[in-house]
T-cell receptor
Framework: LAKTTQPISMDSYEGQEVNITCSHN???????ITWYQQFPSQGPRFIIQ???TKVTNEVASLFIPADRKSSTLSLPRVSLSDTAVYYC??????????FGGGTRLMVKP | SAVISQKPSRDICQRGTSLTIQCQVD?????MFWYRQQPGQSLTLIAT?????????ESGFVIDKFPISRPNLTFSTLTVSNMSPEDSSIYLC???????????FGQGTRLTVV
């Protein structure tokens, strides 16, 4: 299973754009890149998923370069409620998920 | 999407006892997953539960300690047996989404062993 590496923590301020980069050098051809968000006392929640180039939804954007060895989750104009742990995973259909350490994002007023 | 209900949401247990955690899904799913999340840590997969077959355990987890039942396609239980303080964690149930690439998680069961 491809291993992921992300910063342990990040700080930001309300209204700023936050970019969290994840390295996955050993990603396989049929792996997808998926990001989850976890608040305290809750299970992880799916944010976004992509295979290559750029994916955007109502919550975030995901940028994946051509070599797919890294990806960047972009959160536009964060608010205090975006304070959470963000996990980057690589997996393919039917495989169990392997969580790395995650990035603890703290949004300050 | 899938809605997952876990019971209990939290419990405080005496060492040496066992606790059974229930996971109910609002739709039929093939595979259900049980994770452990120790305080301040990431999630670690305990086992995969398929209906009608024995659960598949990850390295470091054994059936005697974490027996799992999967009686039908919407329900599973995880038992934490002969508990010690080191078992104090959050235990989460998960299922794959319809496309098998998005997972859904229960709220978790916060277990404290004293």
């Amino acid at each position: 299973l491809a291993k992921t590496t992300q910063p342990i923590s990040m700080d930001s301020y309300e209204g700023q754009e936050v970019n969290i980069t994840c390295s996955h050098n050993n990603i396989a051809t049929n792996d997808y890149i998926t990001w989850y968000q976890q608040f305290p006392s809750q299970g992880p929640r799916f944010i976004i998923q992509g295979y290559k180039t750029k994916v955007t939804n109502e919550v975030a954007s995901l940028f994946i370069p051509a070599d797919r060895k890294s990806s960047t989750l972009s959160l536009p104009r964060v608010s205090l409620s975006d304070t959470a742990v963000y996990y980057c995973l690589v997996n393919n259909a039917g495989n169990m998920l392997t969580f790395g350490g995650g990035t603890r994002l703290m949004v300050k007023p | 999407s899938a809605v997952i209900s876990q019971k209990p949401s939290r419990d405080i247990c005496q060492r040496g006892t066992s606790l059974t955690i229930q996971c109910q899904v609002d739709s039929q799913v093939t595979m259900m997953f049980w994770y452990r999340q120790q305080p301040g840590q990431s999630l670690t997969l305990i086992a995969t539960a398929n209906q009608g077959s024995e659960a598949t355990y990850e390295s470091g987890f054994v059936i005697d300690k974490f027996p799992i039942s999967r009686p039908n396609l919407t329900f599973s239980t995880l038992t934490v047996s002969n508990m010690s303080p080191e078992d104090s964690s959050i235990y989460l149930c998960s299922v794959d989404g319809a496309l098998n690439t998005e997972a859904f998680f229960g709220q978790g069961t916060r277990l404290t062993v004293v």
